[in-house]
């Protein structure tokens, strides 16, 4: 007889059915496993055997056949012990076979019998939910489980005795609760931030338009300090943000108790990270910094210690919002639309272009430092501002500045035009000044004549690339929204076109 119980493989961050049949023939007495399972599922086998064993449940004196269908789709991952113990449980008689009809199942087993946490229970709930069927998971993932839908029947379970338990009828276990987890509660606020007027408003314009933005100065400017505040002028993800940014911390297994966060990721690995850590893959594939940065942020400090070919990875990830790996016979995409902030000393003792300072190995230093990072990933990077040390007087009688709280309402204002124009135009309601089209954005920029006339002058003096026209003209419509002005005006330019250029002056000025 062969029984079945469904279960998912995981592409991206999409479920895919999977179907585990089991059978029990007679021959020579052991567990095989069959279509394509990588390394952890083939272990299933030894801890499945453990895991009946100690539920009291003996395994048959015969052979047992596990396919995993279909046979061509590659299956990763641990989650398939449940799945199989479950289709062994109903070969044996332990758990009635129509029961397990309507669920798909996925868990991992421990030798004692226990079921452990897996990633990726939210998309193989929604896929379930999607299907019309149920859930069976382990208990830790039964909050996460909860988003996917308010009516489907989900079984969150410790061990495997529960599990049969629950199908007989003689202890059945509640259905789960969707947990949020509750924002940090003091978040670092930019009021503690004295002077640095202008890399506060590029802060504050990177926040509203979702634009990348270069901060380079000298240590202990507050750079880090500075990027370290963005997360509290950025508003909470939508609904929709929340499910699309959860389901790849559930893929990556970094939702912690089940629980969900409405805050946007704030990510910033070390500029050790490997390739693999950046844009995912690896061993087991699995979602990198920039997919766990997705709708929120990518911070990389000292942006020039990175490895370059770790760098320039993330161009493709910067330019489409998605990070494409090559496994071994297949390809895996994740979502990835982050915005990258960076931050940078201008040379590596720090203190090019300081007044006063004079750099021992001359403008040598600036050079081969700011060379590490690429052209073409620079001139993907929107804002930059020079961060220069905070003056004594701003130190010792800073001016009142304004708090998070009132920089974020502007962001909300602005970010809410962005939403009710790109709304009108039948785009989703998320989208921001930054991921509009080089086409689209020359629709909506609408410019008015003088500021046409300035563009058409810095554009022949300054001999801007077209990239470099087109991303001067995103950050102008944020700063008019950030002004409720309907059109893009001269003034919007100018000050785009300032921050176009900060790169540049201090590449030639070093
Ligand atoms: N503008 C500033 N206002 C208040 N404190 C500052 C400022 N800039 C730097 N500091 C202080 O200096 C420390 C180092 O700043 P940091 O952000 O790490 O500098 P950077 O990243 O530019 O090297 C901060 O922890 C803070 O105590
Ligand atoms: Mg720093």
């Not at 946490?117 to 069976?136: Q, S």
Request: with cysteine; aromatic share 2%.
């Amino acid at each position: 007889m062969v029984s079945r119980v469904k279960t998912v493989a995981f592409q991206g961050i999409e479920a895919v059915a999977v179907d585990v049949q089991v059978m029990v023939a007679p021959g020579k007495v052991g567990i095989q496993i069959v279509g394509l399972p990588d390394k952890a599922v083939a272990e299933s086998r030894e801890r499945v055997q453990a895991a009946l064993h100690a539920s009291g449940l003996s395994m048959p004196p015969k052979k047992v056949t596990v396919n995993l269908a279909p046979a061509d789709l590659p299956k990763e991952g641990s989650h398939y012990d449940l799945p199989i113990a479950l289709g062994l449980m109903v070969a044996l008689g332990a758990v009635p076979s129509d029961m397990l009809a309507g669920y798909c199942v996925l868990g991992e087993l421990s030798l004692d019998g226990m079921i452990t946490p897996v990633a990726g229970v939210l998309p193989a709930a929604m896929r379930a939910n999607a299907l019309d069927m149920g859930l069976i998971c382990p208990a830790e993932c039964g909050p996460e489980a909860a988003w996917a839908s308010a009516e489907m029947p989900i079984v969150a379970a410790r061990s495997l005795i529960q599990i049969a338990n629950h199908f007989r009828g003689t202890q059945v276990i509640a259905r789960p609760e969707p947990v949020i987890r509750a924002a940090p509660a003091n978040l670092p606020d930019l009021a503690e931030i004295k002077g640095q007027i202008i890399a506060k408003r590029a802060l504050e314009i990177a926040a509203a338009g979702g634009h990348n933005l270069l901060m380079v100065g000298p240590p202990g400017s507050g750079k880090s300090m500075l990027a370290q505040r963005l997360p509290s002028i950025l508003p909470p993800l939508a609904p929709r943000e929340l499910l699309e940014v959860s389901m790849i911390a559930s893929i990556a297994g970094e939702l912690s108790g089940g629980k969900l966060s409405d805050r946007r990721p704030f990510r910033s690995p070390h500029h050790s990270a490997s390739m693999a850590a950046m844009v995912g893959g690896g061993l087991r594939a699995r979602p990198g910094e920039v997919s766990l940065a997705h709708r929120g942020v990518l911070f990389l400090d000292e942006l020039p210690e990175f490895s370059p070919v770790v760098l320039d990875s993330l161009r493709q990830p910067l330019e489409g919002g998605e990070s494409v790996i090559a496994r071994a016979n297949h390809r895996v995409t994740y979502p990835a639309k982050f915005q990258l902030i960076a931050a940078m000393n201008p040379c590596r003792c720090g203190m090019a272009g300081e007044p006063g300072h004079r750099c021992a190995r001359g403008p040598r230093c600036a050079a081969d430092y700011q060379g590490r990072i690429s052209g073409p990933l620079v001139d993907r990077i929107d804002l930059r501002v020079e961060v220069p040390a905070v003056t004594a007087t701003d130190l010792i009688r800073p001016a009142p500045a304004e708090t998070s709280e009132e920089v974020l309402a502007r962001v909300v204002a602005a970010r809410k035009r962005q939403a009710e124009r790109f709304s009108a135009l039948g785009l989703p309601a998320e989208t921001l000044n930054a991921h509009c089209s080089a086409s689209l954005v020359e629709e909506i920029a609408m410019v008015d004549a003088p500021g046409s006339r300035l563009l058409q002058e810095a554009a022949e003096k300054l001999k801007f690339s077209a990239r470099a026209y087109h991303r001067i003209l995103k950050v102008a419509r944020t700063l008019a929204d950030l002004d409720a002005a309907t059109s893009v005006q001269r003034v919007h330019l100018a000050e785009a076109i300032s921050y176009r250029l900060a790169g540049e002056r201090l590449a030639t000025a070093a």
